[in-house]
């Protein structure tokens, strides 16, 4: 296992869940990726988990208060929180939460961009985000889902200097099937964007996506059925491998994907 120390600013870092039941979401992963993880006994972490892939750690687990829904969310790596929520608003997004310090492990804030998905910051100081990336039972992508592609490529061009290379086609030519944007800081591709079309339920918002690496997509789906979660999107290849969508046993949606070998190596 490959363990991440660091990530540069402008890098998607980390993922978390929200979850009426922790416990039952706690369970759930735990049986479908191998997770461990006991929530942090401070009274300020607000009953936080950070579930350990082996001694890495992979991912976090929040309990949802009020109305919250069971949902993941993914965070970007800043230098400066502060500074970053200012260019945010600046390039027109939303602030939904201010900066506000974590305990010790780092300072954070949540955004929207123009589309209104919703965004995470994170400023480390302790915790540096996911230890472990691109292996099964980690993180390994994120992709946000919109209805105004344009507008969140100039947006996340201008916060994080993302460029936008269009990667659409069909699957007999290599291509995705649809039109796909990737995202890279720099050479590094870190994240995409897919448009939501009329194919779309008008009542789904835009939202970011993570996947998760696992070694037999046909397998996981059909595990996360056997734990009393739900296979929205039966798995599918694509060129990057074989993905399915998938709902835990709490109701937040992701994509368990088996990746191309052949592509990811």
Aim: with cysteine.
């Amino acid at each position: 296992m490959v363990r991440h120390t660091a990530y540069e600013p402008g890098t998607p870092s980390w993922a978390d869940v929200t979850s009426p039941d922790p416990d039952a979401a706690r369970a759930f992963y735990g049986a479908l990726f191998g997770w461990t993880g006991e929530p942090a006994l401070e009274p300020e972490a607000m009953g936080y988990t950070v579930m350990m892939l082996g001694d890495a750690a992979a991912a976090g687990l929040a309990p949802t208060f009020g109305e919250m829904p069971a949902v993941w969310s993914t965070y970007v790596t800043v230098a400066d929180v502060d500074a970053a929520l200012e260019a945010a608003s600046a390039a027109g997004g939303k602030v939904l939460m201010g900066t506000m310090d974590v305990l010790d492990v780092g300072r954070m804030a949540v955004i929207t961009d123009p589309s209104g998905a919703a965004l995470s910051l994170w400023q480390p100081k302790s915790h540096i985000g996911a230890e472990v990336r691109m292996e099964p039972n980690a993180l390994c992508w994120v992709e946000l889902n919109t209805r105004d592609p344009d507008s969140a490529v100039s947006f996340f061009g201008e916060l994080f200097g993302w460029k936008a290379q269009q990667v659409g086609g069909p699957v007999e030519e290599g291509g995705p099937g649809f039109d796909y944007i990737m995202l890279q800081l720099g050479e590094v591709p870190v994240g995409g964007i897919i448009t939501m079309d009329e194919h779309w339920p008008a009542e789904v918002p835009p939202h970011w996506m993570v996947y998760f690496a696992v070694e037999d997509c046909d397998t996981a789906a059909a595990r996360v059925a056997e734990l009393g979660g739900e296979v929205c999107v039966p798995p599918t290849d694509i060129p990057p491998g074989r993905f399915a969508v998938v709902n835990d046993s709490t109701g937040a949606t992701f994509t368990i994907i088996a990746l191309n070998p052949e592509m990811f190596g």
